[in-house]
């Protein structure tokens, strides 16, 4: 959050203790100093403006105030608090990616949120602290053990250097844009990734999860030779389980996308894949006779000429003597599943074909 004008409410005392505008007296003749020029400065408790501190002489940069009393206060803030949590994106997938056909980084990966106590590993945070090379604004170490440290970069106008976050030293950088951002951070006891707070150089768990589900369409011929596509009772863990048909194809589903949509979709596929791998003898889609109507039902073009009931739904095509194949229809469909398949996987379970042959 910015301020309209930019006041500064914090100053340093004789101790070079942070001291808030609030916390002064008015009766006693303290001296209070920039926290970053070092300059004397006037605490204004005015009845009109807000309180707050004002250079005596020359005024300082305020962005250049904001990055010193961040580094003083978040320092003061670590070295005091007993505990510190840490909360960061880890990555989760299912346990059954890798060695899964279908798996989908969509569906079967994610990330999830990891904690830790910081200081159960960094008991001392001190300003200005050279390490390999690099000078870190705060520079946590644990005493008595020997962990890597970690750096704590203040970024007003300047974000970590890329040599930095090339270092592999592990770096937490918070975005600080007003004294209310600092306050945000010291009055909590935990920091959390996420816009103002970026991460560097952590590294990052992938857990294995079994709360993974992938939604599955099944196509199914039934032993009536009827046809149906399933779109709600399978998934990734249960499209292999259990067979009610005699022929089943089945692949990932998302209703949002439209597959094969140049050919009717699953159920015209698998009506074509049925027929050509010898489980439909015959069948009116598949038939090169078969038309639509202007209210869009299905009709034989030849049922006159037959003697068979003029609408499909009505006729019984393995017993019609004038079945055709559409070969072009056919023809379009194949090369549409086979594009598909150039990047993707379906599942195609066979049974007896003899089963379904006894029906024709």
Not at 177 to 192: C, F, G, K
Not at 279 to 293: A, E, M, T, V
């Amino acid at each position: 959050m910015q301020h309209s004008q930019r006041y500064q409410h914090f100053a340093l005392d004789v101790n070079n203790d942070i001291i808030d505008i609030h916390n002064t007296d008015s009766s006693c003749e303290q001296r209070y100093f920039c926290p970053h020029c070092h300059n004397e400065m006037i605490a204004k408790r005015g009845n009109i403006r807000q309180w707050h501190f004002a250079h005596k002489t020359d005024k300082c940069s305020y962005d250049s105030y904001l990055h010193s009393i961040a580094e003083k206060m978040i320092m003061n803030w670590f070295n005091q608090k007993e505990s510190i949590i840490l909360e960061m994106d880890a990555y989760k997938k299912c346990s059954k990616y890798d060695n899964c056909i279908f798996r989908m980084d969509e569906y079967c990966t994610g990330k999830t949120t990891i904690r830790y106590n910081l200081k159960e590993y960094y008991s001392k945070c001190t300003q200005e602290r050279g390490y390999e090379g690099f000078v870190a604004d705060l520079f946590c170490e644990s005493e008595g053990k020997p962990n890597s440290p970690i750096f704590i970069e203040i970024f007003v106008t300047h974000e970590c250097s890329q040599e930095k976050k090339d270092s592999g030293i592990r770096i937490i950088e918070f975005h600080i844009q007003s004294e209310e951002d600092i306050l945000h951070i010291i009055n909590s006891t935990q920091i959390t990734e996420g816009n103002m707070v970026r991460l560097y150089n952590f590294k990052r768990k992938t857990f294995k999860k079994d709360d993974f589900i992938q939604p599955f369409q099944k196509y199914m011929l039934y032993p009536t030779l009827k046809s149906f596509v399933d779109k709600e009772r399978y998934t990734c863990r249960n499209y292999n389980l259990s067979h009610r048909g005699i022929y089943e194809i089945s692949m990932p589903y998302d209703d949002c996308i439209p597959y094969f949509l140049n050919s009717g979709g699953l159920y015209t596929v698998g009506k074509v894949k049925a027929y050509l791998d010898g489980y439909l003898k015959k069948d009116c889609q598949i038939c090169r006779w078969q038309s639509s109507d202007w209210t869009g039902d299905n009709f034989c073009k030849l049922y006159k000429k037959c003697g068979n009931p003029k609408y499909c739904k009505d006729n019984d095509a393995s017993k019609c003597i004038m079945f055709g194949e559409d070969r072009e229809m056919i023809q379009r469909v194949i090369s549409d599943f086979n594009d598909y398949m150039k990047e993707n996987h379906v599942d195609v379970w066979k049974g007896e074909v003899l089963d379904a042959q006894k029906n024709v």
